[in-house]
């Protein structure tokens, strides 16, 4: 059955009303930001300070309360009474409207009240009254009425027919029926009867029958002979069941109480410390208010506090504070965990985000507010601020340059200064720095930055223009010669990857010039900076026996497989524009080569070549770029190779621009330590690259785009592929 709304409920004709039912006047609602509070707590006090009930004889007529010198209106807060009233002082109410976060409820209710001649009176005279409820005997109805052995046993005397009671300090006394009994006069498919002050007493041991039909609950006819009661000392069946019979008709004249009403609703929007979930998540990724949500949660984890994620679960508080340590399975359980730990909170759901105080930095505590109306969406993006990482996440800036910054501060942990860098768990010693507009030169550095790395420090891949250091790059340097090296007297090493023509003179000085020793690897064109960065790997990898072979105009396929030559610390060699040199062929002898892409960029005759001088050779390669990203990912994220993947990146696949496969290549360090296959999709992803993710990564824990300019509907095909995203 459907239900009504609560609203319309109260406003439908009961059996128990004391007078003709009409709907209350349209009830105020507005909205208030988090930041403008403090305006709608002045609002309040003037609106309870002003209104009072009257003090003279016409107040509290004998038996009712006596309400003279208090506010007409009570203020609820999410349906609890507060205790605000005219006496309550500045502090009062500063406790209560401080405390208000983004999708609270704030409600102003009408004790009941009449103007006359100015002043405002709480009881109206009646002739004729009938007995008719206080708020009192409301209150308590409950416990004198619907008790075993005291009154009214529900369970057994209107079994499967009355479902619950229960008093409410907004609305009043509330019966819940069973949807399938009939009470006449109420509205289609409601199933609840509200009995508020003021409204007539009922007989509850007395039941009514369908033919009970003739007497007026407005007037004060008496019964009809043709009525038929029911008798409720045995259990009353739900097909006979017509409601509960009214009181007699009081004789003498007397005064009742009028009702409350709800008069003003305000609802607390964001603001401040205050978000909407939709304002940091859309579904899919962080928005940029969410990204930059998640940079506040960074930087604190950088300076040492602590960060968490608090939910009220009903019966208390459910923690979880961040922790660097946990495994993507355990944050997997987190996530369960949230969602379902959360509880409905006005229609929707709240968390809060704490960063912790911390006194040695003169910091004081901050808590930040979320709520949502999906609870998928609240569990998954909060189940992220406690790892500080998004499961779908974007890694870009306004710019190639920028976008390698940001890579670089995921991968290596980079956020904010280090307070000892003798203690520095993210140092950084070593540095890759690639010419970003010279795309071809900088293939083979992927692997290099992966054999520079030793233990946790992490070698970032950076790019630059050929003579001098763009802004994002140089401010990023910077920053980490300031307070991510090792030691007052310590340097790094910036390993540029490309020749003077690519790499200039100039572009040495200034680094140098920053504090920073230089070291290149590079030759006279592409091939020859190729195998100087191989002879540099093969001087600490583990494997020397492997390598990969791609074609100078190979770009997208260097970048598929840049992942996976990082992983396994294998060097890439690319061909020279007129074919593979004999100097090449010499240093692939006695190795086993892969050969990446097809005949188009590897031709036969470098195939035959290769094959003289190698211990084995094959090929990888499909019917364009994305058919070779695909078989990439099928035959080395298998348990025979690398392994399955754990984690995604998606970046574009260059078909209209090669240089910008140069965020791939970027990304490439980060992908092999996150066990990432790159996935080259631009505006769309091929049904052959779905098939090897399907296969190969169906528990990868996140995905990463990196640079700006891969179509949403690509991320989004692969997160749903992946479980994700809810949308």
């Known amino acids: 059955m459907n239900k009504k709304r609560l609203s319309v409920v109260m406003a ?32 309040l006090r003037e609106l309870i300070q ?19 010198g208090e506010s007409v209106y009570k203020i609820y807060v999410n349906n609890n009474k507060t205790d605000l009233d005219v006496n309550s002082t500045q502090e ?39 007995d008719t409820y206080t708020e009192t005997e409301l209150k308590e109805l409950k416990s004198k009425v619907f008790c075993s052995g005291n009154g009214v046993d529900i369970d057994a005397q209107y079994k499967g027919i009355v479902e619950s009671v229960e008093y409410d300090d907004v609305l009043g006394f509330v019966i819940k029926f069973n949807g399938d009994a009939k009470i006449p006069g109420q509205l289609d498919e409601q199933d609840t009867m509200v009995i508020r002050p003021g409204d007539r007493e009922l007989k509850f041991t007395q039941a009514a029958g369908k ?18 009661l029911i008798d409720t000392t045995s259990p009353v069946a739900i097909e006979d069941f017509y409601g509960f019979v009214p009181t007699e008709t009081v004789v003498d004249n007397g005064y009742t109480a009028l009702k409350s009403e709800l008069v003003r609703e305000y609802t607390i929007t964001p603001g401040g410390y205050n978000y909407d979930l939709t304002d940091l998540y859309d579904g899919l990724f962080l928005t940029e208010k969410g990204q930059e949500f998640f940079g506040i949660l960074k930087e604190a984890i950088s300076v040492g506090r602590d960060v968490t994620v608090k939910i009220n679960d009903g ?82 800036g306004d710019n190639r340059y920028e976008t390698a910054v940001e890579i670089a501060k995921e991968y290596a942990g980079i956020r904010g200064p280090v307070v000892s860098g003798n203690t520095a768990t993210n140092k950084i010693e070593n540095i890759v720095l690639v010419n970003g507009n010279a795309l071809v030169d900088g293939l083979a550095a992927a692997p290099l930055a992966a054999t520079l790395e030793d233990g946790t420090d992490k070698v970032p891949m950076l790019l630059t223009e050929a003579d001098s250091l763009p802004k994002a790059t140089k401010a990023f340097l910077r920053e980490l010669m ?131 001088s190698a211990a ?8 364009n770029r994305q058919g070779t990203n695909a078989e990439i990912i099928k035959k080395f994220y298998k348990g025979g190779y690398v392994g399955a993947a754990k984690n995604v990146v998606v970046a574009k696949d260059g078909q209209r621009n090669k240089i910008e496969l140069v965020d791939a290549l970027a990304a490439a360090n980060m992908a092999a330590k996150k066990d990432a296959p790159i996935v080259l999709a631009t505006n769309k992803i091929s049904k052959a690259q779905e098939n090897a993710l399907e296969l190969n990564a169906k528990k990868s824990f996140a995905l990463y785009q990196v640079g700006h300019g891969v179509a949403r509907d690509v991320v989004k095909t692969i997160a749903e592929n992946l479980g994700l995203t809810n949308r």
């Open 92 to 130: 009062d109410w500063q406790e209560v409207f401080a405390n208000l976060n983004a999708g609270d409820v704030v409600k102003v209710v009408s004790k009941g009240f009449k103007e006359i001649d100015g002043k405002n009176y709480h009881y109206e005279f009646k002739d004729g009254a009938y």
């Open 50 to 68: 002003k209104n009072v009930f009257a003090n003279d004889s016409k107040n509290a007529p004998a038996g009712l309360t006596d309400v003279r």
């Open 211 to 228: 033919n009970w039909k003739t007497l007026s609950y407005y007037t004060n006819e008496s019964q009809s002979t043709e009525a038929q």
């Open 315 to 396: 019966a208390g508080r459910y923690d979880v504070k961040y922790n660097s340590n946990r495994t993507e399975e355990q944050l997997k359980n987190i996530e369960k965990d949230i969602f379902d730990t959360l509880k409905t909170y006005n229609k929707g759901y709240k968390v809060e985000v704490v960063l912790g105080a911390k006194a040695s930095n003169n910091l004081d505590e901050e808590v930040f507010t979320i709520v949502g109306k999906n609870k998928n969406d609240m569990a998954r993006v909060s189940a992220w601020m406690v790892s500080a990482k998004a499961r779908v996440d974007v890694l870009a």
């Open 482 to 612: 300031a307070d991510h090296l090792v030691g007052a007297n310590e340097s790094a090493t910036i390993h540029l990857v490309g020749g003077e023509s690519v790499l200039n003179k100039s572009l040495v000085k200034e680094l140098r010039g920053l504090g920073f020793k230089v070291e290149r690897h590079g030759g006279d064109n592409r091939e020859e900076t190729s195998l100087a960065v191989a002879e540099a790997i093969e001087e600490k990898a583990a494997v020397k026996d492997e390598v990969f072979v791609v074609g100078a105009q190979g770009e997208a396929d260097a970048m598929s497989i840049a992942s996976v030559a990082s992983e396994t610390e294998l060097p890439i060699i690319v061909t020279a524009n007129n074919g593979i040199s004999d100097e090449a062929v010499y240093s692939l002898k006695g190795k086993k080569v892969t050969i990446i892409g097809g005949k188009n960029v590897v031709s036969d005759a470098d195939y035959k070549a290769i094959k003289s």
């Open 12 to 43: 439908g004709a009961m059996l128990a009303s004391s007078v003709a039912p009409v709907l209350a006047a349209e009830v105020q609602k507005s909205e208030v930001s988090a930041d403008e509070t403090g305006l709608l707590q002045k609002e």
């Open 616 to 623: 084995g050779i094959s090929r990888i390669s499909g019917s």
